[in-house]
């Protein structure tokens, strides 16, 4: 793993922009890259003058949605069964599959929105979406605008990490763990209005039933 964040990193410092597109692509899908050691490297350039913080943001979030909207259309394609049958060979188990759908049915399509903000469901959170054939065009509004803010948040940190310890650039593992220790509290308020989003819905539901 070591290994491979440092090639994660590597592809970040000399790809730029195009490597920040493409890494975040298969961080959106179902490849096992971490959001943590691609954004945050890229705010260390920008910082150093290298790249521009707007433009770290803007390319993350185009990865990421472009990663997200071929895992919708894959899924939408090919349907649960065969990914339930051979999710495993590309890293989806069937307990992550359900969690992922236990979410998007709780959220609907918020949960699309605060799944881009959240561990373990944000690269998953595509597949039921596909599956059920959510809107398109809705799914692209809550997709670009969530990661937006993630990627936001990731180079904010970046930038925070390089004035804190500029030496974390060359050790990823530490890197990822001041990044999340960072946003421990940015989950928890992302959870938060998630759950208030939750009851929202269901406060509505009836006025909903009494009105149809």
Same mark, same amino acid.
């Given at each position: 793993?070591?290994?491979? =964040?440092?090639?994660?990193?590597?592809?970040?410092?000399?790809?730029?922009?195009?490597?920040?597109?493409?890494?975040?692509?298969?961080?959106? +899908? !179902?490849?096992?890259?971490?959001?943590?050691?691609?954004?945050?490297?890229?705010?260390?350039?920008?910082?150093?003058?290298?790249?521009?913080?707007?433009?770290?943001?803007?390319?993350?979030? =185009?990865? +990421?949605?472009?990663? *997200? *909207?071929?895992?919708?259309?894959?899924?939408?394609?090919?349907?649960?069964?065969? !990914?339930?049958?051979?999710?495993?060979?590309?890293?989806?188990? /069937?307990?992550?599959? &359900?969690? *992922? &759908?236990?979410?998007?049915? /709780?959220?609907?399509?918020?949960?699309?929105?605060?799944?881009? @903000? @959240?561990?373990?469901?944000?690269?998953?959170? +595509?597949?039921?979406?596909?599956?059920?054939?959510?809107?398109?065009?809705?799914?692209?509004?809550?997709?670009?605008?969530?990661?937006?803010?993630?990627?936001?948040?990731? *180079?904010?940190?970046?930038?925070?990490?390089?004035?804190? &310890?500029? &030496?974390?650039?060359?050790?990823?593992?530490?890197?990822?763990?001041? !990044?999340?220790?960072?946003?421990?509290?940015?989950? =928890?308020?992302?959870?938060?209005?998630?759950? @208030?989003?939750?009851?929202? =819905?269901?406060?509505?539901?009836?006025?909903?039933?009494? !009105? +149809?």
């Amino acid at each position: 793993m070591h290994a491979l =964040l440092k090639i994660w990193v590597g592809w970040v410092l000399s790809g730029g922009y195009l490597g920040i597109i493409v890494l975040m692509a298969m961080e959106s +899908s !179902i490849f096992p890259v971490p959001s943590e050691i691609v954004i945050p490297p890229a705010a260390f350039l920008a910082a150093q003058g290298k790249l521009s913080f707007t433009g770290v943001v803007l390319a993350g979030t =185009l990865g +990421s949605y472009l990663g *997200a *909207a071929i895992t919708y259309w894959v899924s939408r394609l090919i349907g649960r069964p065969l !990914i339930v049958r051979y999710g495993r060979f590309v890293f989806i188990n /069937r307990k992550k599959l &359900e969690q *992922a &759908e236990h979410w998007f049915n /709780r959220y609907e399509a918020g949960g699309v929105f605060f799944a881009r @903000l @959240l561990p373990v469901v944000r690269h998953l959170i +595509s597949i039921p979406a596909g599956i059920v054939r959510m809107n398109f065009k809705v799914f692209s509004f809550v997709t670009i605008v969530g990661s937006g803010i993630w990627c936001w948040i990731l *180079a904010y940190l970046g930038a925070k990490a390089y004035r804190l &310890e500029p &030496e974390l650039l060359s050790d990823p593992e530490k890197m990822i763990h001041f !990044i999340k220790t960072q946003s421990y509290w940015i989950v =928890l308020i992302v959870v938060l209005f998630a759950v @208030l989003y939750l009851l929202t =819905l269901r406060m509505m539901r009836p006025s909903r039933q009494q !009105i +149809s």
